[in-house]
């Protein structure tokens, strides 16, 4: 099978259950593909123990080692995903919780990374999986950042209030950059041995600073451009070309490209959006990136299902210490959301349940399994990999499902409140 054939498979599968998830279960449809391709894994699975001669775990397992989902998510599809959900966040309100935003994106990952790191350390030791401290951290690092993907994704479906959404979209958006610069620091330390403070502290401050500046000055160029021409085709290709250019700027000069790509999404979705763009413009920003979201998302959301298909628990007590992990990663982000915000709350008001629903909302998704895809060979990693997929599929799957209920229910009694004062 080419890559063409498996992208038109892709495709049409991914049209087929997007067309029948509306028109039966109208679930959010990155839990539809999650769960359509948790449903195919489970198949191939049964296939392969009734049928064992064929070997079709092998050979779906050599078809996504072909995909490669971590370098077609990091290196291809992470960009615009990024892009279009930065779009939609409106600045203005992000400005009114960027207090709480910027603290949860920062403070709050290094505060889950260390308390996922240092309980997953005895978790995996009692079952004798024997990872590494270091890698242990390096685990926290990546389970740690809300995945803004699904975030994103799922705010759209559940339509909630704006205030909210800023809130979730854009901790989520940038908290996901800080993340994968904070899993990049600490990857090198466990590979590299000895790495001093001062080198840490600069490849952090190069990774963010540059993706921060980088993404600014892409977004002004194209801003500039917009305002010399008005040719709606034009300005949403600049916009592609944009998100493609700034990608492969940050790869050479080895600085966040998902940061990079957030900021320039941002800038773009306001300052160009109404200052250089016409209404036509504007409305064919939206729709195409809106298309290319829906389609990406619900590939990616197959891949990561499908992905079922080549993890497996090495035993019942492995399975049993990997569902405490889930539950570690949970505290985690109820610890990392519940003290910023409960220092922030003293300067700021905030809606009631905002701790709750941040927890419970905090969904893991394809970013962190193709960051635990791309660590290279040590002792545990299977063990790693395992509790990385468990993480995501409980928190899109369970917390994904459920989520819209404690939203509403909150935001029902934040409304009651309004009235009553």
Same mark, same amino acid.
């Given at each position: 099978?080419?890559?063409?054939?498996?992208?038109?498979?892709?495709?049409?599968?991914?049209?087929?259950?997007?067309?029948?998830?509306?028109?039966?279960? =109208?679930?959010?449809?990155?839990?539809?593909?999650?769960?359509?391709?948790?449903?195919?894994?489970?198949?191939?699975?049964?296939?392969?123990?009734?049928?064992?001669?064929?070997?079709?775990?092998?050979?779906?397992?050599?078809?996504?080692?072909?995909?490669?989902?971590?370098?077609?998510?990091?290196?291809?599809?992470?960009?615009?995903?990024?892009?279009?959900?930065?779009?939609?966040?409106?600045?203005?309100?992000?400005?009114? !919780?960027?207090?709480?935003?910027?603290?949860?994106?920062?403070?709050?990952?290094?505060?889950?990374?260390?308390?996922?790191?240092?309980?997953?350390?005895?978790?995996?030791?009692?079952?004798?999986?024997?990872?590494?401290?270091?890698?242990?951290? @390096?685990?926290?690092?990546?389970?740690?950042?809300?995945?803004?993907?699904?975030?994103?994704?799922?705010?759209?479906?559940?339509?909630?209030?704006? =205030?909210?959404?800023?809130?979730?979209?854009?901790?989520?958006?940038?908290?996901?950059?800080?993340?994968?610069?904070?899993?990049?620091?600490?990857?090198?330390?466990?590979?590299?041995?000895?790495?001093?403070?001062?080198?840490?502290?600069?490849?952090?401050?190069?990774?963010?600073?540059?993706?921060?500046?980088?993404?600014?000055?892409?977004?002004?160029?194209?801003?500039?451009?917009?305002?010399?021409?008005?040719?709606?085709?034009?300005?949403?290709?600049?916009?592609?070309?944009?998100?493609?250019?700034?990608?492969?700027?940050?790869?050479?000069?080895?600085?966040?490209?998902?940061?990079?790509?957030?900021?320039?999404?941002?800038?773009?979705?306001?300052?160009? =959006?109404?200052?250089?763009?016409?209404?036509?413009?504007?409305?064919?920003?939206?729709?195409?990136?809106?298309?290319?979201?829906?389609?990406?998302?619900?590939?990616?959301?197959?891949?990561?299902?499908?992905?079922?298909?080549?993890?497996?628990?090495?035993?019942?007590?492995?399975?049993?210490?990997?569902?405490?992990?889930?539950?570690?990663?949970?505290?985690?982000?109820?610890?990392? @959301?519940?003290?910023?915000?409960?220092?922030?709350?003293?300067?700021?008001?905030?809606?009631?349940?905002?701790?709750?629903?941040?927890?419970?909302?905090?969904?893991?998704?394809?970013? !962190?399994?193709?960051?635990?895809? !791309?660590?290279?060979?040590?002792?545990?990693?299977?063990? @790693?990999?395992?509790?990385?997929?468990?993480?995501?599929?409980?928190?899109?799957?369970?917390?994904?499902?459920?989520?819209? =209920?404690?939203?509403?229910?909150?935001?029902?009694?934040?409304?009651?409140?309004?009235?009553?004062?």
């Amino acid at each position: 099978m080419t890559m063409f054939d498996l992208a038109a498979v892709l495709i049409s599968v991914a049209a087929a259950l997007a067309y029948l998830n509306f028109r039966t279960l =109208r679930i959010p449809a990155t839990i539809a593909m999650l769960l359509a391709g948790l449903t195919g894994a489970v198949g191939i699975s049964i296939v392969d123990r009734i049928l064992p001669l064929i070997g079709l775990s092998a050979r779906v397992a050599h078809l996504l080692d072909n995909v490669n989902f971590s370098a077609l998510l990091m290196n291809g599809m992470l960009g615009y995903l990024l892009f279009a959900g930065s779009l939609t966040v409106d600045y203005q309100e992000l400005k009114k !919780s960027l207090t709480g935003v910027m603290t949860l994106a920062t403070v709050g990952v290094l505060l889950s990374t260390a308390i996922v790191g240092i309980g997953s350390f005895y978790l995996f030791g009692f079952a004798g999986a024997g990872v590494p401290f270091l890698f242990c951290l @390096v685990f926290g690092a990546l389970i740690s950042p809300t995945d803004p993907v699904a975030v994103v994704a799922l705010m759209h479906d559940l339509k909630v209030p704006k =205030r909210l959404e800023v809130n979730f979209t854009g901790e989520s958006l940038l908290n996901d950059g800080v993340g994968v610069v904070v899993f990049t620091v600490l990857l090198a330390i466990a590979t590299a041995g000895a790495v001093s403070a001062p080198m840490v502290v600069g490849l952090f401050a190069r990774e963010v600073i540059g993706g921060v500046v980088l993404g600014a000055v892409g977004g002004w160029i194209v801003h500039l451009a917009s305002e010399s021409i008005d040719e709606p085709n034009i300005e949403v290709l600049l916009s592609v070309a944009l998100v493609t250019a700034l990608g492969s700027a940050a790869a050479h000069l080895h600085v966040s490209g998902p940061l990079a790509c957030v900021v320039a999404g941002i800038f773009i979705g306001n300052k160009a =959006r109404n200052q250089a763009m016409r209404s036509d413009t504007t409305e064919a920003l939206d729709r195409i990136w809106s298309f290319a979201d829906l389609v990406m998302n619900a590939i990616l959301f197959l891949l990561l299902g499908l992905q079922g298909a080549v993890f497996g628990f090495s035993s019942s007590r492995h399975a049993e210490v990997i569902g405490a992990i889930v539950a570690l990663v949970i505290i985690a982000r109820l610890v990392s @959301v519940a003290i910023p915000l409960t220092v922030i709350r003293r300067f700021q008001s905030m809606p009631k349940g905002m701790i709750r629903m941040l927890t419970w909302g905090g969904l893991r998704g394809g970013i !962190s399994v193709a960051l635990a895809l !791309s660590l290279p060979r040590f002792e545990g990693r299977q063990a @790693v990999l395992d509790a990385t997929y468990a993480v995501v599929v409980f928190t899109i799957i369970v917390q994904g499902l459920t989520i819209g =209920r404690l939203i509403r229910h909150f935001t029902t009694e934040n409304r009651r409140a309004d009235v009553a004062s």
